[in-house]
């Protein structure tokens, strides 16, 4: 596989990843891991050479490039499901956090675990922060926290929305700020200062959907949130600056609702140039948007069961 393909990859409940064609929409390849297994979240690495995933009670990882359809590592160590997962930058270690409170760092070097640190409270999301040193997770209980995954603990608790399930969190990349979505359509986002996160930091919400949120996902090129839910649709948001409350902040705007999907929406992700966005759904369909008009350019087909989740890594390589 070439340096500059993209890889685009979605999982479902019929228990099968398949890798797309993003052009065309045609099937390149699929991998059957297993009746028994169930594939929550998964992520694919930097380099392009590695697809992670997580499911219930287990983490593992593929080589993208191989010839053999079974993982080179599973970690079946975990007590409840793995419901976040992603690499570090250089490709060498992937994160989890599960339903069993932990956190967890994987070395693909040695297939070993690296790190380990349990939290009370059921974890729902994570992702890492622009800095390279720490993570962000989002538990049942609302809470947001920093993980320093150099010094094993946790630096910092927030609690946006007690007792109302943190179900995603998205970073911008310059960590300028961090959007929380929550089980009951809130997004709550957090404006940062100098990279860091802090009690101080700067916290206002609003209503993005009236039902669960699954995913929610910042634009690389910062100008786009995207929110998909249970109500079946997609919801892309834009900073408008020319809406400052007092705090001189600019908030997040509707841009437009995507319709299309006939059941709940449970994954998005943007292409690295925002010009496009995908989703997965549980009417077994993955599409691929343009974000500036909204319109479907593409419907994916293959699975025939519920698309829960997807990777896509289009960025060129040095």
């Known amino acids: 596989?070439?340096?500059?393909?993209?890889?685009?990859?979605?999982?479902?409940?019929?228990?099968?990843?398949?890798?797309?064609?993003?052009?065309?929409?045609?099937?390149?390849?699929?991998?059957n891991y297993g009746d028994k297994v169930i594939v929550n979240r998964i992520d694919t690495s930097q380099d392009k050479k590695y697809l992670a995933a997580g499911g219930n009670f287990f983490a593992s990882y593929y080589d993208i490039n191989s010839q053999k359809n079974t993982p080179v590592y599973v970690y079946d160590g975990y007590k409840n499901n793995v419901t976040g997962i992603g690499f570090l930058k250089d490709s060498n270690f992937f994160y989890t956090c599960s339903e069993d409170g932990f956190i967890r760092m994987h070395d693909l070097r040695s297939n070993n675990l690296s790190r380990e640190y349990q939290e009370k409270?059921?974890?729902?999301?994570?992702?890492?922060?622009?800095?390279?040193?720490?993570l962000i997770v989002g538990?049942?209980?609302?809470?947001?926290?920093?993980?320093?995954?150099?010094?094993?603990?946790?630096?910092?608790?927030?609690?946006?929305c007690p007792e109302v399930g943190i179900?995603?969190?998205?970073?911008?990349?310059?960590?300028?700020?961090?959007?929380?979505?929550?089980s009951?359509?809130?997004?709550?986002?957090?404006v940062m200062s100098n990279m860091d996160l802090t009690e101080?930091?700067?916290?206002?919400?609003?209503?993005?959907?009236?039902?669960?949120?699954?995913?929610?996902?910042?634009?690389?090129?910062?100008?786009?949130?995207?929110?998909?839910?249970?109500?079946?649709?997609?919801?892309?948001?834009?900073l408008n600056e020319k809406n400052l409350g007092n705090d001189k902040y600019p908030r997040w705007e509707l841009f437009s609702t995507l319709y299309g999907h006939g059941k709940w929406v449970w994954d998005?992700?943007?292409?690295?140039?925002?010009?496009?966005?995908?989703?997965?759904?549980?009417?077994?369909?993955?599409?691929i948007w343009q974000t500036d008009s909204a319109a479907v350019l593409r419907t994916l087909k293959g699975h025939k069961q519920a698309v829960t989740s997807l990777s896509i890594n289009d960025i060129a390589i040095d």
């Open 1 to 31: 596989m070439s340096e500059n393909d993209v890889i685009l990859v979605t999982s479902s409940y019929d228990h099968n990843f398949i890798f797309w064609d993003a052009t065309t929409g045609q099937q390149k390849h699929e991998i």
């Open 121 to 134: 409270e059921p974890l729902n999301t994570i992702c890492l922060h622009p800095n390279e040193t720490e």
């Open 139 to 160: 538990d049942q209980m609302g809470n947001v926290k920093i993980y320093d995954f150099q010094q094993n603990k946790v630096r910092l608790r927030l609690t946006p």
């Open 167 to 182: 179900r995603s969190i998205s970073i911008a990349y310059n960590a300028s700020q961090i959007v929380a979505a929550d």
């Open 184 to 190: 009951q359509g809130q997004c709550h986002t957090y």
């Open 200 to 238: 101080q930091s700067f916290l206002y919400k609003f209503e993005a959907h009236q039902d669960y949120i699954l995913k929610a996902s910042i634009s690389a090129d910062l100008r786009y949130l995207a929110t998909c839910s249970a109500d079946k649709t997609v919801k892309l948001w834009t």
């Open 268 to 287: 998005c992700a943007f292409s690295c140039d925002s010009e496009y966005i995908i989703t997965a759904s549980s009417d077994l369909t993955t599409k």
